[in-house]
């Protein structure tokens, strides 16, 4: 059962796909995590955040105003070279796996999962799992559908009252039982472990 937590758990999606990189279907994404909320028994209990085309200026304002329990990133991952953001022109802007440890750091008073739902994100969950509870990242490529899936079956059962960890099992679930291959791709890292 999960530790008693404010009445209204909030959810925070970055969403980041620059113009020159692979379009994704971030928008079906967030919509999907809306529907899982919308239709589980707790889903109530939950509130959406969202913020789209994010810049790195973007991060410290939307995590320091909304305060979310969850931040859920959905875009691109480069492995050792960090989270493509935007830039001012809509372009790729990265940002390194030491700064994004180091932001939520500042933040472990109430932000206790981060979903990195990027390709090769598992470089940046290992480091930010030394500050916050619970991380997944991807230790490789992982298709859209696939990432889509991942996100509705976490969503589902997190809104279902179950933990982080069961919820990271729901998530590899729903990829396996569309029979996609990457139903192996998102890793759960826990802090001290």
Same mark, same amino acid.
């Given at each position: 059962?999960?530790? @008693?937590? $404010?009445?209204?758990?909030?959810?925070?999606?970055?969403?980041?796909?620059?113009?020159?990189?692979?379009?994704?279907?971030?928008?079906?994404?967030?919509? =999907?995590?809306?529907?899982?909320?919308?239709?589980?028994?707790?889903?109530?209990?939950?509130?959406?955040?969202?913020?789209?085309?994010?810049? $790195?200026? @973007?991060?410290?304002?939307?995590?320091?105003?909304? &305060? $979310? #329990?969850?931040?859920?990133?959905?875009?691109?991952?480069?492995?050792?070279?960090?989270?493509?953001? &935007?830039? #001012?022109?809509?372009?790729?802007?990265?940002?390194?796996?030491?700064?994004?440890? *180091?932001?939520?750091?500042?933040?472990?008073?109430?932000? *206790?999962?981060?979903?990195?739902?990027?390709?090769?994100?598992?470089?940046?969950?290992?480091?930010? *799992?030394?500050?916050?509870?619970?991380?997944?990242?991807?230790?490789?490529?992982?298709? @859209?559908?696939?990432?889509?899936?991942?996100?509705?079956?976490?969503?589902?059962?997190?809104?279902n009252n179950k933990t982080f960890e069961e919820?990271? =099992?729901?998530?590899?679930?729903?990829?396996?039982?569309?029979?996609?291959?990457?139903?192996?791709? $998102?890793?759960?890292?826990?802090?001290? &472990?």
């Amino acid at each position: 059962m999960t530790p @008693d937590l $404010p009445s209204k758990r909030t959810i925070l999606t970055l969403a980041s796909s620059p113009v020159n990189e692979a379009r994704l279907r971030l928008d079906k994404e967030v919509r =999907e995590i809306k529907t899982a909320l919308r239709l589980a028994k707790y889903g109530d209990r939950f509130s959406l955040e969202q913020q789209w085309a994010v810049r $790195p200026d @973007d991060l410290q304002d939307a995590l320091l105003d909304i &305060e $979310p #329990e969850i931040v859920h990133f959905c875009g691109h991952g480069t492995g050792v070279n960090g989270l493509a953001l &935007e830039n #001012e022109m809509g372009t790729v802007q990265l940002v390194s796996t030491d700064a994004l440890a *180091r932001l939520f750091k500042l933040l472990t008073k109430h932000v *206790r999962c981060v979903v990195l739902n990027a390709c090769y994100s598992d470089v940046q969950a290992e480091a930010i *799992r030394q500050h916050i509870d619970y991380v997944v990242g991807m230790n490789q490529a992982i298709g @859209d559908e696939a990432a889509i899936n991942f996100s509705k079956g976490f969503y589902r059962a997190l809104a279902n009252n179950k933990t982080f960890e069961e919820a990271y =099992e729901f998530g590899c679930n729903a990829i396996d039982l569309q029979s996609l291959p990457d139903y192996l791709t $998102p890793v759960l890292k826990k802090k001290n &472990e």
